[in-house]
């Protein structure tokens, strides 16, 4: 992992350096409006507050498509997991880092689960539909049961996911970080 500053730190440092005392009106000698160039500094990493306002928009945007992917049976899952990844450097060691990550981590969580309940339901389906064929009432049993082990799982994780995402967005909304 490179360490080394990238050049949106070497300009923001070299920016925080060169700012000079901000007067009682909120404008600095230069007669520029300080808040403008506020920076923060949050786990090493310095953001502007316009930087900081347009991750945390960024994240808004991203919940809400995961929202919206419940009432496209999932088709737009795919467009916030690639905006996630694409702005995830930029909010590197800040408290907004933890809502890329979480948003990441649920995604696949909720991939890796819905996956397998499908392959249970899959092969459940099989077997009964073996059961009808060799006339076996044992082996229709165990195929519903395992239908309703593979349903089960893609219920919770439904449920799961919509948590998950709904705790993010109420965590992004009070400006906190994710656990």
């Given at each position: 992992?490179?360490?080394?500053?990238?050049?949106?730190?070497?300009?923001?440092?070299?920016?925080?350096?060169?700012?000079?005392?901000?007067?009682?009106?909120?404008?600095?000698?230069?007669?520029?409006?300080?808040?403008?160039?506020k920076l923060t500094q949050q786990g090493g990493h310095l953001l502007t507050t316009s930087e900081q306002r347009s991750l945390t928009l960024y994240n808004?945007?991203?919940?809400?498509?995961?929202?919206?992917?419940?009432?496209?049976?999932?088709?737009?899952?795919?467009?916030?997991?690639?905006?996630?990844?694409?702005?995830?450097?930029?909010?590197?060691?800040?408290?907004?880092?933890?809502?890329?990550?979480?948003?990441?981590?649920?995604?696949?969580?909720?991939?890796?689960?819905?996956?397998?309940?499908?392959?249970?339901?899959?092969?459940?389906?099989?077997?009964?539909?073996?059961?009808?064929?060799?006339?076996?009432?044992?082996?229709?049993?165990?195929?519903?049961?395992?239908?309703?082990?593979?349903?089960?799982?893609?219920?919770?994780?439904?449920?799961?996911?919509?948590?998950?995402?709904?705790?993010?967005?109420?965590?992004?909304?009070?400006?906190?970080?994710?656990?």
């Amino acid at each position: 992992m490179n360490n080394a500053p990238d050049s949106n730190s070497k300009e923001r440092l070299q920016r925080q350096t060169q700012m000079t005392e901000t007067n009682s009106t909120g404008y600095n000698d230069l007669g520029i409006e300080s808040q403008t160039y506020k920076l923060t500094q949050q786990g090493g990493h310095l953001l502007t507050t316009s930087e900081q306002r347009s991750l945390t928009l960024y994240n808004h945007i991203t919940y809400l498509l995961y929202v919206l992917s419940y009432f496209t049976a999932g088709l737009l899952w795919i467009v916030p997991i690639v905006m996630n990844y694409a702005k995830r450097r930029d909010a590197d060691n800040t408290w907004l880092a933890t809502h890329f990550d979480w948003q990441i981590k649920t995604f696949w969580y909720s991939i890796v689960l819905f996956a397998i309940g499908m392959i249970i339901i899959t092969f459940a389906l099989g077997g009964l539909g073996v059961s009808v064929f060799a006339d076996s009432g044992s082996l229709a049993l165990s195929s519903i049961l395992l239908t309703g082990l593979g349903l089960l799982i893609m219920a919770f994780t439904f449920i799961w996911h919509l948590y998950r995402i709904v705790r993010g967005w109420v965590a992004l909304t009070d400006n906190r970080p994710v656990p």
